[in-house]
């Protein structure tokens, strides 16, 4: 079964950097992901597109700061330099034919 | 740059049948595939299922008795028919643009079901 995995909260100081974390399920190691960002009250906003060798296409208008990389199963955003708009939940997402399947997100706090 | 738009009643009786209309804008439907994700109050995000251009289907096996998706690209429209709703269908829904990574979301609609 195909399920993405994410820790329920982190926390990292203004100005630092912080690497969330998304794991895809046994045998899914393969799996491209999408990264996104649901600031509070507001709808999700697409991030990032990446791939299991770490490539990543990034949406319109997303800052540098925002980055992706992956490990095996693990998939990688990280957020340097952060602000405090940063502080906000963040998805991951896969896909196989004819299924999405989404994450239960990552709440950030910004200290 | 295409835009999403959700529509519809903001309140839905139990047993009833939820709709949503979605009006794309910026861009033509054709050759996407096209969304609807839910988040109920307080929880993560769950897909519904999604429509291409051309009309075929795929939903979520758990929702698929109950949902039908269709697509009216000489409107610019797609749409949801959730039927015989429950509290448990209480939700924002989001219309979105994406087959594989979802790359485009419509702002959201709060539908509360309740008599």
């Known amino acids: 079964q195909l399920v993405l995995t994410q820790s329920p909260s982190a926390s990292a100081s203004l100005g630092a950097s912080v690497k969330l974390t998304c794991t895809l399920s046994?045998?899914?190691?393969?799996?491209?992901i999408a990264w996104h960002q649901q600031q509070s009250k507001k709808g999700p906003r697409y991030l990032m597109k990446?791939?299991?060798?770490?490539?990543?296409i990034k949406g319109d208008g997303i800052p540098d700061r925002f980055s992706g990389s992956s490990s095996g199963a693990e998939r990688y955003l990280t957020i340097s330099s952060l602000q405090s708009e940063d502080e906000a939940d963040y998805f991951c997402?896969?896909?196989?034919?004819?299924?999405?399947?989404f994450g239960g997100g990552t709440r950030l706090t910004v200290l | 740059q295409v835009q999403l738009q959700e529509s519809g009643p903001g309140l839905v009786k139990p047993s009833e049948t939820l709709s949503l209309t979605c009006t794309v804008s910026?861009?033509?439907?054709?050759?996407?595939?096209w969304s609807w994700i839910r988040q109920p109050p307080g929880k993560g995000l769950e897909w519904i299922g999604y429509?291409?251009?051309?009309?075929?289907?795929n939903y979520n096996p758990s929702l698929k008795s109950r949902v039908t998706i269709s697509v009216d690209t000489s409107k610019n429209q797609f749409s949801l028919k959730l039927r015989s709703v429950t509290a448990a269908d209480t939700a924002v829904y989001y219309c979105?643009?994406?087959?594989?990574?979802?790359?485009?979301w419509g702002q959201g609609t709060l539908v509360t079901v309740s008599s």
């Open positions: 979105a643009r994406g087959e594989t990574a979802t790359d485009c």
């Open positions: 910026g861009d033509s439907m054709n050759n996407y595939y």
């Open positions: 429509i291409s251009y051309s009309g075929s289907t």
């Open positions: 046994s045998g899914h190691s393969s799996y491209g």
């Open positions: 990446l791939s299991s060798d770490g490539r990543h």
């Open positions: 997402q896969t896909w196989v034919t004819g299924i999405q399947v």
